[in-house]
T-cell receptor
Framework: GAVVSQHPSRVICKSGTSVKIECRSLDFQATTMFWYRQFPKKSLMLMATSNEGSKATYEQGVEKDKFLINHASLTLSTLTVTSAHPEDSSFYIC???????????????FGPGTRLTVL | RKEVEQDPGPFNVPEGATVAFNCTYS??????FFWYRQDCRKEPKLLMS???SGNEDGRFTAQLNRASQYISLLIRDSKLSDSATYLCVVNHPNAGKSTFGDGTTLTVKP
């Protein structure tokens, strides 16, 4: 099946630093990628929809200046958590939708996630 | 009211048991539906799509009732390896995004 990678898988940083997370579709082109965060024992919460070549669409309550998303190519989207604080500690997961199979029944392929811990 | 609601469980069942999970959704315009499985500290993985006619994949059966806006997942002959959280996912093609339920946790015990 389709493969999506994320890097890094785990990051620990000091409060106030910025962290960049990469999401790559390895064997397909993804015009749309999604960024989620998941707190312990909670479900995935969509943060934003990333469209190749255009600005991301953020969900209500998600600060676009804090969570910068760039989708520069059909295989790469990045999420930068700027000036991270302990409350940003979470599991961040990206997913990608295959451009060739997108439609009413399309599925998302998830990256393995990035566990961010802000001290 | 949440857009997608699931019984959080946990469901604790013995090996070999049959267990059913339910999911309701509020947006009648929703067009596609899925069940995902998520293991602890891992990403979600697609278990199966859900079709109006119902569909089966081995021990797993998924059904959709559009009139009641209800989705179900039935697992027969539970295995220890079925222990996981099962996420109900509803797609809104017009909005281009998916909404996840909070998940139902299943533990299968020997």
């Amino acid at each position: 099946g389709a493969v999506v990678s994320q890097h890094p898988s785990r990051v620990i940083c000091k409060s106030g630093t910025s962290v960049k997370i990469e999401c790559r579709s390895l064997d397909f082109q993804a015009t749309t990628m999604f960024w989620y965060r998941q707190f312990p024992k909670k479900s995935l919460m969509l943060m934003a929809t990333s469209n190749e070549g255009s600005k991301a669409t953020y969900e209500q309550g998600v600060e676009k200046d804090k969570f910068l998303i760039n989708h520069a190519s059909l295989t790469l989207s990045t999420l930068t958590v700027t000036s991270a604080h302990p409350e940003d500690s979470s599991f961040y997961i990206c997913s990608a939708r295959d451009r060739l199979t997108s439609g009413a029944t399309d599925t998302q392929y998830f990256g393995p996630g990035t566990r961010l811990t802000v001290l | 009211r949440k857009e997608v609601e699931q019984d959080p469980g946990p469901f604790n069942v013995p090996e070999g048991a049959t267990v059913a999970f339910n999911c309701t959704y509020s947006n009648s315009a929703s067009q596609s539906f899925f069940w995902y499985r998520q293991d602890c500290r891992k990403e979600p993985k697609l278990l199966m799509s859900v079709y109006s006619s119902g569909n089966e994949d081995g021990r797993f059966t998924a059904q959709l009732n559009r009139a009641s806006q209800y989705i179900s997942l039935l697992i027969r002959d539970s295995k220890l390896s079925d222990s996981a959280t099962y996420l109900c996912v509803v797609n809104h093609p017009n909005a281009g995004k998916s909404t996840f339920g909070d998940g139902t946790t299943l533990t299968v015990k020997p």
